[in-house]
């Protein structure tokens, strides 16, 4: 197994932030595997979803529309809404695994890999890299 944790500077606002250059990076010349994104935090998620037509914009709509920052949430503590912040991981897991083959990832034509950061509180993201060779 080979694993590498990287650093997101996500910025003050909510976010997807395209991961698939550094996950490319990470599993270049590996053979065939598995790779597992995963980021470590109670507030962000891993999705896989087109990026650049405006797919990624719907998406934070929509989580905006899902899960308001309002003041509706028993979880109350950091920025107004923060508790949206909390119940994010339950609609964008906080992991996801791509296959690669022969050292590639294998996603589709239009696939990236995304981290979902609703959380303006948090700036910075750990998300963990790990290659499993298969």
Known sequence: MKT????VRTGPSRSATDLTG??????RGDGNGLLNVFVPHATAGVAVIET?????????????????????????HGSFGHGADHVLP??????????????????GTWQSIVLIDTNVDNQERRVRFTFLPG
């Open 22 to 27: 550094e996950a490319s990076e990470f599993v």
């Open 52 to 76: 650049g037509a405006g797919s990624d914009h719907d998406l934070m709509e929509i989580l905006e529309d899902l899960i308001p920052h309002e003041d509706r949430y028993r979880h109350r």
């Open 90 to 107: 339950g609609l964008v897991a906080p992991s996801t695994t791509i296959p690669v083959i022969e050292g590639r990832l294998a996603l």
């Open 4 to 7: 590498e944790v990287v650093v």
